[in-house]
């Protein structure tokens, strides 16, 4: 039997606006998948985005959902788990959104291990606005702000987690679709800020500019490069030149914020 994505979808939003071959549907799909497999209660669970592709997302989902301002999905976010502590919180944005206006947002919100989960579709450029290179082009990449070459080195977004102080971070691609909702729901269950990134394709503000001939060839680009994190440690350093981890990449158990202002408020009432 088929699995019933319509009950998840907000009547009267589709068809998206997704160009063909994005694989933001892809990840929407996994994302509904998770939330089904946990049989989290839709009106009990918080989407919120800042602005782009990505972040039309929770737009079509028929949950409680937040459209923010562009880099605000995790300050927005992190008022609605303040206020309702029982909610289930996900951010959804793109790597421009949440690395570089939204950087300074992510960072602290991964600092304070606050008991959310932030998808990072991570598609490389910056789609809605105009192509603009972002903080995960990488080196050499054509954009519509660097027409001969991104002389900068991109974030490792998975990196930049960890070190900020996430204590749950995965990594996926878009081609491997039936592992991303696997990625979420161990996510959305860890208690803690929690990262995955999805490794993305954008072929009209991307793919194009450098020469990628087809959707095809991007997602087989995402399958060629993405090595399982088990498989990973079979591997020598030369091997994995070029690679990217896929999996979980790192997961340990902290304090949880909301858990700890509590016991703040409580010592306040107390004097």
């Known amino acids: 039997m088929a699995f019933d994505y319509d009950k998840y979808i907000r009547p009267g939003k589709l ?3 997704w160009c063909p071959g994005c694989g933001h549907g892809i990840v929407m799909k996994g994302l509904i998948r ?3 497999s946990l049989q989290l209660d839709t009106k009990n669970t918080a989407i919120v985005s800042g602005i782009g592709c990505a972040s039309r997302l929770p737009g079509y989902m028929d949950c409680c959902t937040l459209h923010t301002a562009h880099g605000r999905a995790a300050a927005f976010a992190t008022g609605v788990k303040l206020a309702k502590p029982e909610m289930n919180v996900i951010l959804v944005g793109g790597d421009g959104d949440g690395t570089a206006i939204g950087g300074n947002h992510f960072i602290h919100a991964c600092r304070r291990n606050i008991d ?5 579709l991570n598609n490389k450029i910056y789609g809605m606005t105009g192509g603009q290179f972002s903080p995960a082009t990488p080196t050499g990449a054509k954009a519509s702000t660097t027409p001969y070459g991104n002389p900068d080195p991109p974030f490792d977004i998975a990196k930049l987690a960890i070190g900020a102080g996430a204590t749950f971070v995965a990594r996926g691609t878009a081609y491997h679709a039936t592992q991303i909702d696997k990625l979420i729901a161990e996510a959305i269950q860890h208690k803690g800020f929690s990262v995955v990134e999805i490794l993305d394709d954008c072929p009209t503000t991307y793919g194009r500019r450098n020469k ?3 959707v095809i060839e991007m997602m087989n680009h995402l399958k060629e490069t993405a090595v399982p994190v088990k498989a990973a440690e079979k591997m ?20 949880e914020y909301t858990t700890e202002y509590a016991k703040v408020i409580e010592r306040a009432q107390a004097k």
């Open 236 to 255: 020598t350093a030369e091997q994995l030149q070029g690679k990217v981890l896929t999996g979980v990449l790192y997961k340990e158990e902290k304090p």
């Open 212 to 214: 990628f001939k087809s």
């Open 15 to 17: 068809p998206h606006i």
């Open 116 to 120: 959310m989960t932030y998808i990072i």
């Open 34 to 36: 998770a939330i089904d």
